[in-house]
């Protein structure tokens, strides 16, 4: 077997390969920082593995620890650190064995008695190691005789290290790296079977050196890697291969052989081999075609299992779902309320239940009540029946499988962060005195409205650095599900344009449109505002205008880094920008404003604005003012996922343009991050977002209804937005007026309904001082702080993370929201660790130019040549060498 690796520092694009490496086994993911996951974050959103391990360049340390906690809760296998590091940092050690990888250079493993010590010490520290060899010669060697030199050395190792079975299970897994001047060497099928089966070790080969097809030169077959190390006692060299559904429920028993296995990976469908038909494509004639999910070897290497998603009648040729007859339990269930759902008898009350989602929902907490109640073993089985029954019944009707369940139960038992237990807030009698409750997630159960709107609280000396971890973390984004969405959007408006922009407009926003753009001149009668409205777009436009103009420097920058050479850098506006305004819950003209400015002041030649309509099929007014005003060419009639889209790839009426920005909810974020991916789209975006968010500190000298005030105008976005204060030493008086002014401000605003749901699940952290304060907030990377205390201007030096800062208790979120002049269109979900918020750089590019002179080209020309030679591109050196060559002459 094989351990493929990506380095994700390079261009990943062969879909097809990774996915078919997926459905075989682990594949290790090369990255630059454990900290910074940009990178990561995308490949995973591009590239949906199963099993991977996370490889950082970079030695981890005591400081990375809740990076590498996060990594797993969010779903890697393990994660490799240099065995020095595991044994050297304590915190390290207390990470869980069985997702630890330790890597270990070939020297360390050259004397037996230091490999002894060397696995005594890791014992119970990790669950596998890999081994690297990057000395030329050693490779080479190792390369040209398998049995010689390094292998001995291999061989004690990975005695003393598969010795004893590991606690979870199983013996230690290990790879091997072969290394030469740091580009990694494959190798042949025979040293691959050879590892397998003396060493039961995998060699670690990087993706550009495999491939699907068969016989490509210089490139290994995977299915030729995979099957090379399985071993058949039969005479036609077939392997038995169990074949079962997504679940585990076996559906039948055929035979694989090494090109039905080759098939089945460049095809990913069930393929197989019959003894009497040769190569069986699994459904090719009865339509009961399998899709691959995965393919497992036993322990031994002897056998196969399939892992297959069934469609059509089934397995059997008798037309049953399995060879062993009919279903039963919870998959016999799932049939039933499926078929039900399509068809069902006169008066079915399943039936009923699919139609009516006030009964459902009534039912099931009918039945988590009384299974709540039961007592004895008999009860206890017949009401947990009854509430599976009815969660079923609402899964069915939501199309959700079983399968989908049990994925997020995996999905969970890979979280090495533990929940507290506790119960959500509604339903938690003791919540007025549980300090260690971790935020909770918004419930689409209607809030209780005679309920104290109350933030949860926490105090910093009595939550252990995991609690503290989850205080840091945002609410997780379920990726995968909202792309599985998306994508068909997407694909639907790049191939029927306006077509499929009216048919979305219609179906998300209820509105018939006959085109969905409007061009500028806007119709004055469609812009008609008060006074007193226009007179504050007007002043908040002037303001930001101002800001953002000093913030462009029109002047080239002109360096001469030596005699005769002359480098420069100038801007140059981004050409075309869309810029989208969410419609949603509110009126958003403010977006407009802060999107727009710093498109004109960047000089862009068009500006296309897309926002969803009103009802009536226009623009909202104030909207479509600051659209006049900034100077917007079109308005595309339309929201989420079709406007990113047609804004990235055009439309008959929609141009094309090559940069988005703006806010949006997770199907909005989640289109721009498809479409800023896809590079035959060639644009760009602001930045990834998610919900609002706002970290306040206060102390003692903050007043109370000015606290919470702040507080309540991010809470006031949706259900989703996170409010967060940190109180430093507040008296109990103090923090209880500030709770008091929450309850009391919120009970009045309209928006109190979306208040009751996103104040319960921010929190109040109390810490001892203001260094703990700004510690806790450069950590969590607010969209918004907001110091409100008397000294604030001393502090603003400490803030290392944030969007936008706002300092004293007279600088509301709200002024830069609207008017001050910064921007509000802000990084948030903790991306202000890495990005800026919008400004007038954001529609600009820079370009460098170069200038030699003869002296300056003789004066460069030989470093430059030396530089090429050793990096052996002759064309690049030759470019120098004709040039200096004539020069010489003269």
Same mark, same amino acid.
């Given at each position: ?577 869309? *810029?989208?305004? #969410?419609? @949603?819950?509110?009126? +958003? ?7 727009? !400015? &710093?498109?004109? $002041? %960047? ?81 760009? *975006?602001?930045? #990834?977002? @998610?919900?609002?968010? +706002? ?7 903050? !007043? &109370?209804?000015? $606290? %919470? ?182």
């Amino acid at each position: 077997m094989i351990l493929p690796i990506i380095d994700l520092t390079n261009q990943v694009s062969d879909e097809k390969l990774i996915s078919s490496l997926n459905l075989i086994g682990d594949i290790i993911l090369r990255v630059p920082d454990i900290c910074e996951t940009t990178t990561l974050s995308k490949f995973l959103e591009t590239f949906q593995l199963d099993n991977y391990w996370i490889f950082p360049f970079k030695d981890i340390g005591s400081q990375d620890i809740e990076h590498v906690i996060k990594l797993l809760d969010l779903g890697a296998n393990k994660v490799v650190i240099s065995s020095s590091q595991i044994l050297g940092d304590g915190n390290i050690s207390t990470l869980p064995p069985d997702r630890l990888i330790a890597n270990i250079n070939s020297r360390d493993i050259s004397d037996i008695e230091n490999v002894k010590k060397l696995i005594k010490n890791l014992s119970g520290l990790v669950s596998g190691y890999l081994i690297t060899i990057s000395n030329d010669e050693t490779v080479s060697k190792a390369m040209r005789s398998v049995s010689e030199i390094f292998l001995k050395d291999f061989n004690n190792f990975v005695q003393v290290a598969q010795k004893n079975l590991l606690p979870s299970g199983g013996i230690s897994k290990v790879g091997l790296i072969l290394q030469s001047n740091n580009s990694y060497l494959s190798s042949s099928l025979e040293f691959i079977k050879r590892l397998s089966e003396e060493f039961s070790a995998e060699l670690v080969i990087p993706i550009d050196q495999l491939t699907l097809d068969p016989d490509v030169n210089g490139l290994l077959n995977i299915a030729d890697a995979f099957s090379c190390s399985l071993k058949s006692d039969r005479s036609d060299g077939l392997f038995i291969t169990a074949v079962v559904d997504e679940r585990g429920l076996l559906l039948g028993i055929v035979y694989s052989s090494i090109e039905s296995i080759r098939e089945a990976l460049k095809t990913k469908t069930g393929v197989y081999q019959s003894r009497k038909r040769g190569l069986w494509h699994k459904g090719a004639t009865s339509g009961s075609v399998q899709e691959l999910k995965k393919i497992q070897t036993d322990c031994d290497g002897d056998s196969l299992r399939f892992v297959v998603k069934q469609h059509g009648t089934g397995f059997c040729h008798l037309n049953t779902r399995t060879c062993f007859g009919d279903d039963s339990g919870l998959t016999a269930l799932e049939n039933t309320l499926q078929s039900r759902k399509l068809s069902s008898p006169t008066g079915s009350y399943t039936q009923k239940l699919f139609q009516d989602s006030n009964l459902l929902h009534s039912k099931i907490i009918e039945e988590a009540n009384e299974l709540c109640s039961a007592t004895t073993k008999e009860n206890i089985a017949w009401e947990t029946a009854d509430l599976v029954y009815f969660s079923l019944v609402k899964c069915v009707a939501n199309g959700v499988s079983l399968t989908d369940v049990e994925a997020h139960l995996n999905q969970r038992a890979k979280k090495i962060t533990r929940r507290p237990g506790n119960a959500k807030f509604e339903w938690n009698k003791s919540n007025e005195n549980n300090e260690k409750q971790i935020p909770l997630i918004v419930t689409n159960e209607q809030p209780d409205t005679n309920k104290i709107i109350k933030m949860q609280r926490f105090n910093s000396s009595k939550i252990d650095d995991i609690q503290r971890i989850s205080l840091l973390q945002r609410p997780i984004i379920k990726s995968s599900d909202i792309l599985s969405k998306v994508h068909p959007i997407i694909d639907d408006v790049r191939k029927r344009g306006d077509m499929a922009l009216i048919e979305y407009t219609l179906k998300f926003d209820k509105v018939q449109l006959s085109t969905p753009v409007i061009s500028s001149p806007f119709s004055p009668e469609d812009m008609k505002i008060d006074d007193t409205t226009r007179q504050a777009i007007d002043q908040a436009y002037d303001n930001i205008y101002k800001f953002h103009d000093a913030q462009y420097d029109r002047s080239t920058l002109i360096v001469e880094t030596m005699p005769g050479v002359t480098c420069s850098r100038f801007s140059r506006p981004i050409e075309k920008v869309g *810029i989208y305004i #969410p419609g @949603g819950t509110a009126i +958003l003209p403010s977006t407009t404003l802060m999107l727009g !400015i &710093p498109a004109k $002041v %960047a000089g862009c030649k068009e500006i296309i604005i897309a926002s969803p309509p009103r009802k009536d099929g226009k623009v909202v007014p104030e909207v479509l003012y600051v659209a006049h005003k900034v100077g917007a060419s079109k308005v595309v009639l339309a929201g989420g996922a079709q406007a990113i889209a047609a804004l990235a790839y055009g439309t008959k009426t929609v141009p094309k343009v090559d940069k988005i920005c703006g806010p949006g909810n997770q199907y909005v974020t989640a289109a721009k991050m498809v479409v800023q991916s896809d590079s035959s789209a060639m644009v760009s *975006i602001d930045m #990834p977002a @998610g919900p609002s968010e +706002l970290l306040v500190i206060a102390d003692n000298t903050s !007043i &109370p209804s000015y $606290v %919470a005030s702040d507080l309540l105008s991010q809470a006031e976005h949706g259900t989703d937005s996170q409010v967060v204060l940190i109180g430093v030493s507040l008296t109990p008086e103090h923090l209880s007026n500030i709770e008091n002014e929450i309850h009391k401000q919120a009970s009045r605003l309209p928006r109190v309904d979306i208040v009751r749901e996103s104040i319960p699940k921010s929190f109040i952290l109390d810490v001892n001082d203001m260094e703990e304060a700004m510690k806790f907030s450069n950590d969590y990377a607010p969209e918004h702080l907001i110091l409100h205390f008397d000294d604030a201007d001393k502090w603003v030096e400490k803030v290392q993370n944030a969007g936008s800062v706002f300092v004293g208790a007279y600088s509301p979120e709200s002024c830069g929201d609207y008017a001050s002049g910064t921007n509000h269109t802000l990084p948030t979900y903790g991306y202000a660790r890495m990005y800026s918020g919008v400004n007038t750089l954001t529609f600009l590019k820079h370009i460098t130019a170069q200038k030699l002179t003869k002296e300056g080209l003789k004066n460069l020309g030989y470093t430059v040549m030396r530089l090429a030679e050793v990096e052996e591109l002759e064309a690049h050196r030759n470019a120098v060498y004709v040039r200096i060559k004539d020069i010489e002459k003269e």
